[in-house]
C-alpha cells in the first residue's frame, strides 16, 4: 500500500469513530429543544426556553 491510501484509511476510520458521538449529541439536542421545550412541566420548559434565547431561536 502506498502512503496515501494509508493516510487515507487513517482518516476514514478517525471520521467513523466520531460518528457515534456526533449522532448522540445531536439526537440530545434535539430532544433537549423539542422534547422538553414544548413540555407542560413549566421548570423544564422555562430552562428549554432560555436555552433557545442562547442559540438565538426567536420566541413562538
Do not use: W
Not at 467513523?16 to 423544564?44: C, N, Q, T
Amino acid at each position: 500500500m502506498t502512503k496515501a491510501i494509508i493516510a487515507r484509511m487513517a482518516s476514514e476510520t478517525e471520521i467513523s469513530a466520531k460518528l457515534p458521538s456526533a449522532m448522540f449529541a445531536a439526537l440530545l439536542g434535539l430532544f433537549i429543544v423539542y422534547g422538553i421545550g414544548f413540555a407542560p412541566v413549566e421548570r423544564a420548559h422555562a430552562a428549554a426556553h432560555d436555552g433557545r434565547h442562547v442559540f438565538s431561536f426567536p420566541c413562538d
